[in-house]
């Protein structure tokens, strides 16, 4: 059979405005290194299902998703603060302390609804804000599966036993992710034993300690059918 090119899906992105949305996947995508700081941060992606909304990319409808990606940090110095603290207050609508920021269990966001600010930047969509459902808003069940990814602490002494687990894991998510997180500085120590990786043509970096990180939620998922997670206001 001859080989024949494959006309890629060229998915718009939707219009700028504000919708209902559900978060169905939490991913920790591990430390990733910053070359114009030369510093590794953690990150972690958030990804929405837009209520309402769907596509066909060729197999069939399918719902409509946007991410937001930060990194995990909670630092918050005069009018300067993290995108991850400031979605946090934003949501709780209140302002937090840097204990309460550390501590805050971000698996609380897994299948709970938002009202997300959306927008068109280019082919693209980013969420610039969220807020919480009016009261009394009717909240369809999300039709995608929930997904809650995390990695294991590299200096963790059961990190040998919980790498099978994460492998399997990672199936659940899309190829350019498992390959982003295969790229992590996390991911390298959790594979060796060599301590820190360097990206090419760079001396090995440290983790940026000047603001601190919450702990992530350990690897879990859910399927949509099963109670979607509640945020405490």
């Not at 090119?5 to 290194?33: A, F, H, M």
């Amino acid at each position: 059979m001859p080989l024949k090119p494959v006309q890629g899906v060229n998915v718009p992105p939707v219009k700028q405005g504000s919708y209902l949305g559900i978060c169905t996947r939490i991913v920790d995508l591990g430390e990733q290194r910053f070359q114009d700081q030369g510093l590794y941060k953690p990150r972690v992606s958030l990804m929405y299902e837009l209520c309402g909304l769907s596509i066909d990319r060729g197999n069939g409808d399918e719902p409509r998703t946007v991410s937001f990606e930060c990194n995990l940090v909670t630092y918050k110095k005069g009018d300067k603060v993290s995108e991850y603290r400031k979605m946090l207050e934003t949501w709780l609508e209140r302002e937090l302390s840097d204990d309460e920021a550390l501590k805050y269990p971000l698996s609380t966001f897994l299948g709970a609804p938002a009202e997300l600010l959306i927008a068109k930047e280019g082919d693209r969509n980013r969420i610039t804000a969220f807020s919480r459902p009016d009261d009394g808003q009717v909240i369809p069940a999300p039709r995608m599966e929930l997904v809650l990814f995390e990695l294991p602490d590299p200096d963790a002494p059961d990190k040998a036993a919980r790498l099978a687990e994460v492998a399997e894991s990672m199936k659940k998510l899309p190829v350019w992710q498992q390959e982003r997180i295969k790229k992590s500085n996390t991911w390298a120590r959790l594979n060796a034993n060599t301590g820190r990786i360097a990206m090419p043509g760079s001396p090995p970096q440290a983790v940026d300690a000047s603001s601190s990180t919450p702990t992530m939620p350990t690897v879990a998922s859910a399927k949509a059918s099963e109670p979607a997670a509640s945020v405490p206001f």
